[in-house]
Nanobody, 125 residues
Framework: QVQLVESGGGLVQPGGSLRLSCIVS????????MGWFRQRPGLEREFVAA????????DYVDSVKGRFTISRDNARNTVTLQMNSLKPEDTAVYYC??????????????????WGQGTQVTVSS
C-alpha cells in the first residue's frame, strides 16, 4: 500500500517561513503527480500547489504565487512545500496528495488517490 507521511508544520509569526515535507512509500513515487492542499475549519479542502512526475510542470493557487515553492526529489521519494512570507490566512491543515495517474498536475482533490494525515500550520502573532 502507498503511504504518505507529512512533517514540518508548526506555529510561525506573520512574515515567517516553514518547510513542509512529505515522504512516500509503498509505490512508484516517480510515476505520481503530487499536490499540496489545505483545509480550514468548516471549509472545503483547497488546492495549494502541484507538481508533475518529472518536475517539468508546477501549478499554484493565486494566493500563494511568489511565496510558496513546491519541489520533489524522486531519488528520495519526497515532495516539499517551501512557504515564505506567511500570512494569517495561510493557517490551515496542510495535506500531501499523490495522483498515481497524473502526468502533469491537477487542482481537483478527486484526482488524488492517496493522502497524508495532514500537518497543522498556524500563522499568528
Amino acid at each position: 500500500q502507498v503511504q504518505l507521511v507529512e512533517s514540518g508544520g508548526g506555529l510561525v509569526q506573520p512574515g515567517g517561513s516553514l518547510r513542509l515535507s512529505c515522504i512516500v512509500s509503498g509505490g512508484i513515487f516517480g510515476n505520481y503527480a503530487m499536490g499540496w492542499f489545505r483545509q480550514r475549519p468548516g471549509l472545503e479542502r483547497e488546492f495549494v500547489a502541484a507538481i508533475s512526475w518529472n518536475s517539468d510542470y508546477t501549478d499554484y493557487v493565486d494566493s500563494v504565487k511568489g511565496r510558496f515553492t513546491i519541489s520533489r526529489d524522486n531519488a528520495r521519494n519526497t515532495v516539499t512545500l517551501q512557504m515564505n512570507s506567511l500570512k494569517p490566512e495561510d493557517t490551515a491543515v496542510y495535506y500531501c496528495g499523490a495522483d498515481r495517474y497524473g502526468v502533469e498536475a491537477s487542482r481537483d482533490t478527486d484526482d488524488y488517490e492517496y493522502w497524508g494525515q495532514g500537518t497543522q500550520v498556524t500563522v499568528s502573532s
